[in-house]
């Protein structure tokens, strides 16, 4: 697993999502997904969201995912 194969797969559940991952270990992600249907969401609801793109690879081939989830409006707050 490699952090392009992750972003792809987050990116083609969610295609509204701007995604950036990273993980050079391939097993240990981190990914920041913007998306606008996070609006109105709680953490753990915008996190299943991402978990759904990746289905049985978490906690497979994807052993730990770091997700920070926002909203465009709060991606460009904290620019």
């Known amino acids: 697993m490699d952090s392009s194969t992750v972003q792809s797969l987050i990116q083609q ?3 509204e999502a701007k995604v950036d991952v990273h993980g050079p270990d391939g097993v ?3 990914a920041l997904v913007i998306s606008p249907a996070f609006a109105g969401k709680l953490p753990l609801a915008r996190h299943r969201m991402v ?3 990746l289905g049985d690879l978490m906690g ?3 052993h730990a995912l770091s ?10 707050n904290r620019e």
């Open 13 to 15: 559940g969610m295609p």
């Open 60 to 62: 497979g081939a994807i």
């Open 51 to 53: 978990y759904a793109t």
């Open 28 to 30: 240990h992600f981190e």
């Open 67 to 76: 997700l920070r989830t926002l909203t465009p409006e709060e991606a460009g």
